[in-house]
């Protein structure tokens, strides 16, 4: 089965940035759309960004739009999140998440149950 392995997570200040990798140790995420999620104690998993296997679609959670850049290098099984002006707000574990459909749609994406494969997360700590 895919098993989508997650890393770069870290401690980081206020206003700095992380970028988070995703690759599979089994078979390639080249043909499969991918999306960040993250879960913060106490609260539920939130999708923060999605892009389709072709990286042509991309999709934010809103409180992210203009900070985080998803990406995806072609035929090399490997999806970024890259984390700017991080917030204590943005502390939690991110998991990436995978789905065998070419692109998510927008009223699908960010929902946890959409995914079929998932990472067992990475840690992010945002504090001064």
């Known amino acids: 089965q895919l098993q989508p392995v997650e890393s770069g997570g870290g401690l980081a200040q206020p206003g700095g940035s992380l970028r988070l990798s995703c690759s599979s140790s089994?078979?390639?995420?080249?043909?499969?759309?991918v999306g960040w999620f993250r879960q913060a104690p106490g609260k539920e998993r939130e999708g923060v960004a999605c892009?389709?296997?072709?990286?042509?679609?991309?999709m934010y959670e809103d409180s992210v739009k203009g900070r985080f850049t998803i990406s995806r290098e072609k035929n090399n099984n490997i999806v970024y999140l890259q984390m700017n002006n991080l917030q204590p707000e943005d502390t939690a574990v991110y998991y990436c998440?995978?789905?065998?459909?070419?692109?998510?749609?927008?009223?699908?994406?960010?929902?946890?149950?959409?995914?079929?494969?998932w990472g067992q997360g990475t840690q992010v700590t945002v504090s001064s």
């Open positions: 998440a995978a789905n065998a459909a070419t692109t998510m749609s927008e009223s699908n994406w960010n929902f946890w149950k959409s995914y079929d494969y």
């Open positions: 089994s078979f390639t995420l080249d043909f499969y759309a």
């Open positions: 892009i389709s296997a072709s990286g042509a679609a991309i």
